[in-house]
């Protein structure tokens, strides 16, 4: 399973901006981008005028910072999201949305993106009733997604551990069973996250 094992802080600092990797850190005096607004290494602190090239790689490698995907992987959203009908943007973030370890952490589950995966590869996670230890599954409408009875109090405690996050309208929370249902697939509209897809897709067009 590849995946990016580096500092997430650093991702942040090269972004320039907070991609809330750590959960609850970033939300505190020891966020790096709150200590040290600058990007890493020794010319960090230069200031550097940046290409419309650089913008559109910089937009995607944050975009594949804050889902937690790897460059094939992403390539190959870009490709479904270019064969379906509407806008390509629009359709790339929505996939990535749809990811079963992006649903964990939008339910509340997990601190951040990188946590609710480990949640999901090691087995806590069912959807319709049926493990599923795969974080890149995309869920449909309709689908139910469970935590499992036994690991309830792992994953969820007393309370959401994600306070920064806030809960998307298409999913339906039942905290009795500790299941959110997909009611809709996500607009774009219902996707917060700060990106820019439209330089993504300038970036693939080339």
């Known amino acids: 399973m590849a995946r990016y094992t580096g500092p997430g802080c650093k991702l942040c600092r090269r972004a ?3 991609l809330f990797l750590k959960g609850t850190r970033c939300m ?3 966020c790096a981008i709150l ?3 600058y990007p890493p290494g020794l010319k960090g602190q230069e200031t550097k005028k940046v290409s419309d090239y ?4 910089r937009e995607k490698q944050n975009a594949k910072a804050i889902y937690g995907v790897l460059e094939g992987q992403f390539r190959l959203y870009f490709a479904k999201a270019a064969r379906q009908k509407g806008v390509t943007g629009d359709n790339l973030l929505i996939l990535l949305e ?6 964990v952490f939008r339910a509340g589950w997990a601190e951040s993106r990188i946590q609710s995966r480990q949640f999901v590869r090691h087995g806590h996670v069912m959807v319709n009733g049926k493990s599923v230890n795969i974080p890149s599954y995309l869920v449909d409408m309709d689908d139910v997604v469970t935590v499992k009875e036994k690991s309830r109090k792992l994953l969820i405690g007393d309370k959401v551990k994600n ?3 806030k809960m998307p309208i298409w999913l339906k929370m039942n905290n009795d ?3 959110a249902q997909v009611l809709r697939l996500p607009k774009r509209e219902d996707i917060e996250v700060e990106i820019n897809e439209n330089l993504i897709i300038a970036l693939y067009s080339k």
């Open 16 to 18: 320039q901006k907070k």
């Open 28 to 30: 505190t005096g020891k």
């Open 35 to 37: 200590r040290r607004n």
């Open 54 to 57: 650089g913008l559109q790689l």
């Open 98 to 103: 749809r990811r079963l370890d992006n649903v």
């Open 163 to 165: 306070p920064g996050n």
């Open 177 to 179: 069973n500790a299941s």
